[in-house]
């Protein structure tokens, strides 16, 4: 079955296995509801950006997050790479959480398709499920500090 969100955004209505095939597909709608699905889907801008662009600049202000479709993005600071991310993961996530410039620059490596979502809209026009949103974000940040937990211990051993 071809993938809704790679093929261009079905309409729910012309695709009813559209939300099931985000939560089995993207970790980040699996706990969630079909109806809170549909609600941030609505939020939700989709954006492309072509190889080379860049999403994000470090400093810039941060106060909108970014869940990957398809492509492949790059995070960088400085001229350090941290991590290239595809399809399902999110990024820019810290924005959505804090009120502070972002800490890394954001680049699509090849042609990329991704949704965005601001903090204003989830803070006003859905706060219950800007809310649920948070707690699913701070679970992902969690996870990524963890594996960061983890390569730090392996370079320690490493090195010793």
Request: net charge negative; proline share 3%; with cysteine.
């Amino acid at each position: 079955m071809e993938n809704p969100i790679e093929s261009g955004g079905a309409p729910l209505a012309e695709n009813p296995h559209y939300i099931s095939n985000l939560q089995k597909e993207y970790g980040f709608f699996a706990d969630m509801q079909d109806d809170e699905i549909y609600q941030f889907l609505r939020l939700c801008h989709r954006e492309s950006f072509k190889a080379g662009e860049e999403i994000f600049s470090e400093g810039d202000q941060a106060d909108t997050f970014f869940l990957i479709l398809s492509g492949e993005i790059v995070i960088t600071a400085g001229d350090q790479e941290f991590s290239r991310l595809k399809s399902g993961y999110i990024f820019g996530e810290m924005g959505i959480l804090e009120h502070v410039p972002r800490n890394a620059s954001a680049r699509a490596v090849m042609d990329s398709d991704v949704f965005s979502i601001s903090r204003n809209i989830l803070a006003t026009q859905v706060p219950a499920l800007g809310f649920k949103i948070a707690c699913n974000l701070a679970v992902q940040l969690s996870n990524k500090l963890r594996l960061a937990d983890e390569q730090l211990k392996q370079m320690g051993q490493s090195g010793s």
